[in-house]
């Protein structure tokens, strides 16, 4: 009996090492979506990509801003703004990190900000997942999709977060797309 007692109790352990040490220890992984794969099981239509992660817009209210949204509408559901399943990343870009004073505007430009601190560096324009669209470059000098105050970037913690966006090598290198990596 004691052998069989020292035998389960190792069993036991190991089972625990193999099995529950990691999931004790690491908790459980977050969902991830491969970017450009919309569906039920993928990124829906109902999402909305941004820095990566996938957000959960369907029961989303864009707070009261000029004539589009009366702080009811939804975005997904707003004409015009391709927003569902899509990358808006660049709503809400952030410019006060490593690539500060790197780049600079030029001296006709009308992008707002102080010195080098600009306020956004690339058009605030809602991209597709797939990337395969091409440079969409209106709005470019007016800042009005930008999402520039602290209250705008509070809003869009309090929506959920539904998991991660990864994309492959193999995205990257197809010509059919037009994606970059770049590292901050």
Same mark, same amino acid.
Not at 83 to 110: E, H, Y
Not at 116 to 138: E, H, K, M, R, V
């Given at each position: 009996?004691?052998?069989?007692?020292?035998?389960?109790?190792?069993?036991?352990?190991?089972?625990?090492?193999?099995?529950?040490?990691?999931?004790?220890?690491?908790?459980?992984?977050?969902?991830?979506?491969?970017?450009?794969?919309?569906?039920?099981?993928?990124?829906?239509?109902?999402?909305?990509?941004?820095?990566?992660?996938?957000?959960?817009?369907?029961?989303?209210?864009?707070?009261?801003?000029?004539?589009?949204?009366?702080?009811? +509408? !939804?975005?997904? $559901? *707003?004409?015009?703004?391709?927003?569902?399943?899509?990358?808006?990343?660049? =709503?809400? %870009?952030?410019?006060?990190?490593?690539?500060?004073?790197?780049?600079?505007?030029?001296?006709?430009?009308?992008?707002?900000?102080?010195?080098?601190?600009?306020?956004?560096?690339?058009?605030?324009?809602?991209?597709?997942?797939?990337?395969?669209?091409?440079?969409?470059?209106?709005?470019?000098?007016g800042? +009005? !999709?930008?999402? $520039? *105050?602290?209250?705008?970037?509070?809003q869009?913690?309090?929506?959920?977060? =539904?998991? %991660?966006?990864?994309?492959?090598?193999?995205?990257?290198?197809?010509?059919?797309?037009?994606?970059?990596v770049?590292?901050?």
């Amino acid at each position: 009996m004691g052998l069989i007692s020292i035998i389960l109790v190792l069993m036991a352990s190991v089972g625990f090492l193999t099995f529950g040490f990691t999931i004790s220890v690491c908790g459980k992984p977050p969902n991830r979506f491969h970017g450009g794969a919309i569906g039920d099981d993928f990124i829906g239509n109902g999402s909305v990509v941004i820095h990566g992660y996938d957000y959960n817009f369907t029961n989303f209210r864009h707070p009261k801003a000029g004539n589009t949204f009366n702080g009811t +509408t !939804n975005p997904l $559901l *707003t004409g015009g703004w391709n927003l569902a399943g899509n990358d808006a990343s660049f =709503l809400f %870009q952030n410019t006060k990190g490593s690539c500060q004073g790197l780049i600079t505007k030029a001296s006709s430009s009308s992008i707002t900000g102080t010195g080098n601190s600009l306020d956004w560096y690339f058009p605030c324009n809602i991209y597709s997942q797939y990337g395969a669209s091409g440079a969409n470059l209106t709005g470019y000098e007016g800042g +009005t !999709n930008c999402h $520039l *105050t602290q209250s705008s970037r509070n809003q869009l913690e309090q929506v959920q977060v =539904l998991g %991660q966006v990864y994309y492959t090598w193999d995205d990257v290198r197809n010509s059919s797309r037009n994606l970059a990596v770049y590292e901050t």
